[in-house]
């Protein structure tokens, strides 16, 4: 049973925007650590951003920070990523990833167990 599900990915031009979803029908994610990743082709998972249960700290890879955000849509029970600006270069598979383990999050891969089967983006003319 898929816990984590992506959605919201797509094609778009350079400067343009998408709103990455990562939803869940049985685990309460405002309880949970999220924490977004991306894996290009040919290259390694690199995580972009994550925030924390009760929201104590956002992070931001300094390759997205100032173009992403991260937020919660408690109601929804799920967390978005506003995309703005994309880069040919933010073309990947996104990935989100839960962890109750910790009070404040962390972008490295190894503080999560629960994953998605990833959201393709892609970012060309």
């Known amino acids: 049973q898929e816990q984590l599900v992506e959605s919201g990915g797509g094609l778009v031009q350079p400067g343009g925007s998408l709103r990455l979803s990562c939803a869940s029908s049985d685990v309460t994610l405002e309880d949970y650590a999220i924490g977004w990743f991306r894996q290009a082709p040919g290259k390694e998972r690199e995580g972009i951003s994550c925030i924390s249960p009760e929201d104590r700290n956002t992070i931001y890879a300094d390759s997205v920070k100032g173009r992403f955000t991260i937020s919660r849509d408690n109601a929804g029970n799920a967390v978005l990523l506003q995309m703005n600006n994309l880069e040919p270069q933010d073309t990947a598979v996104y990935y989100c990833?839960?962890?109750?383990?910790?009070?404040?999050?962390?972008?490295?891969?190894?503080?999560?167990?629960?994953w998605g089967r990833g959201t393709q983006v892609f970012v060309t003319n």
């Open positions: 990833a839960a962890s109750s383990r910790y009070h404040y999050c962390s972008i490295s891969q190894h503080s999560y167990n629960l």
